[in-house]
């Protein structure tokens, strides 16, 4: 309460001079909830010309959530840090968030008009989500579609095959090599879709893969198409997929997501949003029974709780 007084009285009587002194530590946690509403908008004013870096401010008024997951964060794009985080070092099962990387790798390794030819193996893997057929000749990015649209199991496979056979090199490997390369070191995968529970990340390397990912565009291109007509090479065979995340029209600002679901893992999500002023902020849940509400309320907190 002492601390909160002396803010209180320094702003009170020297607005300015109060925030150009906090301005130089952007990341100094400063509770304005005792501050009137005529010092606070001049503060806002102050610092959104001096320093931009100074927003969001967090409103200690809205009390802190509780959120039914394992793991869970919101994290600011542009400003580099955490608005809320719970559990983001836990080394958790992620199920088809997997997928984010199988598609990285798919692109970083072939060229996306190649055909592949679906396999009876690509098939039978994982179960046939994605309604492809057995010696269906398709290209790369149409496969795409279906893995992060659909979260296709047997589009995953098909994909890592094709990459096997063009490179020479086990797909694994390299899903492997590359979180390596990107300091995700609690990252390990054991197949291409995440069907495995040996799948396994935390929330916050999830956060340094999704911004790696922005280096490929085709793949948030994908993440936020609703729904799809696309064919066979030869036109014959035709599928029509939906995108299973479904806050995609139901929060506004939505930029994409992927969504995972196994027993162990339960219910996963990652979601990007655009907030005000251009500003792109990343939501994870993992281990939630309600990834969607989760997410939602999630984000609709972080709205509230901040100044922006």
Same mark, same amino acid.
């Not at 702003?11 to 109060?18: A, G």
């Not at 836990?90 to 598609?103: D, E, G, H, N, R």
């Given at each position: 309460m002492l601390t909160?007084?002396?803010? +209180?009285? $320094?702003?009170?009587? *020297?607005?300015?001079?109060?925030?150009?002194?906090? #301005?130089? *530590?952007s990341e100094t946690p400063i509770d304005f909830s005792e501050i009137s509403t005529? *010092? %606070? /908008?001049s503060i806002l004013a102050i610092s959104s010309h001096t320093n931009p870096n100074f927003l969001p401010i967090r409103n200690w008024n809205i009390a802190e959530p509780e959120f039914e997951t394992k793991a869970a964060l919101i994290f600011d794009k542009e400003k580099n840090k955490f608005l809320y985080q719970k559990n983001i070092d %836990?080394? #958790? !099962?992620?199920? $088809? #968030? +997997?997928? #984010?990387? +199988? /598609?990285l790798i798919t692109l970083e390794n072939i060229d996306i008009n190649e055909i592949v030819i679906v396999s009876k193996q690509a098939i039978a893997g994982y179960g046939d989500i994605g309604d492809l057929a057995v010696k269906e000749e398709i290209s790369v990015g149409n496969l795409l579609h279906a893995l992060l649209m659909e979260s296709s199991n047997d589009a995953a496979i098909a994909l890592a095959e094709a990459v096997q056979q063009n490179q020479n090199k086990n797909f694994i490997n390299l899903m492997n090599q590359k979180a390596q390369e990107l300091g995700l070191k609690n990252t390990f995968y054991t197949d291409p879709s995440g %069907?495995? !529970?040996t799948n396994v990340s935390t929330a916050e390397e999830i956060v340094k893969l999704i911004e790696y990912s922005f280096s490929q565009p085709f793949i948030w291109q994908v993440l936020k198409t609703l729904n799809i007509s696309l064919s066979s090479a030869d036109g014959q065979i035709h599928h029509y997929w939906v995108n299973t995340d479904k806050l995609l029209n139901r929060m506004p600002g939505v930029l994409g997501g992927k969504t995972g679901y196994t027993e162990e893992a339960q219910g996963c999500l990652f979601l990007v949003i655009e907030q005000t002023n251009s500003e792109y902020l990343i939501s994870v849940v993992l281990g939630a029974q309600e990834k969607f509400l989760e997410t939602e309320r999630l984000i609709n907190w972080v709205k509230k709780a901040y100044i922006w």
């Open positions: 909160k007084f002396l803010i +209180t009285i $320094s702003v009170i009587f *020297n607005p300015l001079s109060f925030v150009v002194g906090h #301005l130089s *530590n005529g *010092n %606070y /908008a %836990y080394v #958790l !099962p992620i199920a $088809s #968030l +997997t997928k #984010l990387m +199988t /598609a %069907y495995e !529970p």
